[in-house]
């Protein structure tokens, strides 16, 4: 997996802090920018993480380039629908000799390895065959979830914050928080007190709402009766 943060808005900390500051003060945003101290910067982002007040953190986005992921992952993210995604097309791209990501699971048998590296060969066999006579659109119609891709994707910090706290908690798939993980050390990299409380709940409120799929790390919330889907 290769994940980078490719771009973000410049000095997302002091833009998110302005627009938050700009609600209680007769300066306007662009004076506000410049005239706030990197303390007082810090000082509004703890407040705006303690308080849940999360609207300003809409104003900064980051877009990260992700290679070496499954479709079964890419299917995942998208599912997060405040974002942009940009995908690599199987309509455009031919597959002719496609990568593939391998479970662990799957790895750690031999036998199995061998059966899941078999099939692959032969999915690949006959995508190939169909690409003879059909275009790469329908010939896709073959290939499997595990197939490699590559996906641009731009959030807001905002967006991020539920991101994380969804797909970094144990109960996300090995391969999406192994992603979620990784953006996270990216963002934290640019705007370390933006996401300092950014991750799931057992991380952030030391409690779980999964309810009977806790993975028991922390103590369940009281009104956590049930968790999302299975995917
Ligand atoms: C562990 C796990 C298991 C899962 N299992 C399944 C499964 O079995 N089947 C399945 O289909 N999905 C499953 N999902 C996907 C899940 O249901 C969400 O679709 C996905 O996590 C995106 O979350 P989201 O809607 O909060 O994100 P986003 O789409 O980015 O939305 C962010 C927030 O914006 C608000 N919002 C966005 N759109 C709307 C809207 N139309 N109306 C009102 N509010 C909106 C909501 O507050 C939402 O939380 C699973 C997810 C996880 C983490």
């Known amino acids: 997996m290769f994940v980078k943060l490719l771009n973000h808005t410049p000095d997302p900390e002091r833009t998110v802090a302005a627009a938050a500051r700009l609600c209680y003060s007769p300066v306007g945003a662009a004076d506000l920018f410049t005239g706030l101290s990197d303390k007082e910067v810090a000082r509004l982002l703890a407040h705006l993480v303690e308080s849940g007040h999360e609207s300003p953190t809409e104003h900064v986005t980051f877009t990260f380039a992700i290679e ?11 599912r997060h629908r405040i974002a942009s995604y940009s995908q690599q097309s199987q309509r455009y791209v031919r597959e002719e000799s496609f990568d593939y990501i391998t479970p662990p699971s799957v790895a750690a048998d031999p036998a199995l390895k061998e059966r899941f590296t078999a099939t692959m060969a032969a999915v690949q066999s006959a995508y190939n065959e169909l690409l003879k006579s059909v275009p790469p659109e329908d010939a896709r119609y073959v290939l499997p979830n595990a197939c490699e891709t590559k ?38 990299r640019v705007a370390p007190r933006l996401f300092a409380l950014a991750g799931p709940s057992c991380e952030t409120e030391g409690v779980c709402h999964e309810g009977r799929f806790s993975c028991g790390r922390a103590p369940l919330a009281s009104h956590s009766g049930k968790g999302q889907g299975v995917e």
Do not use: D, P
């Not at 731009?154 to 992603?179: H, V």
């Open 151 to 188: 996906i641009v994707a731009t959030f807001n910090a905002r967006s991020l914050y539920n991101f994380f706290k969804l797909r970094c908690c144990r109960r996300a798939q090995w391969e999406i928080r192994a992603l979620a993980c990784a953006m996270r050390e990216e963002v934290r």
């Open 68 to 78: 070496g992921v499954s479709r079964a992952l890419t299917h995942q993210l998208v």
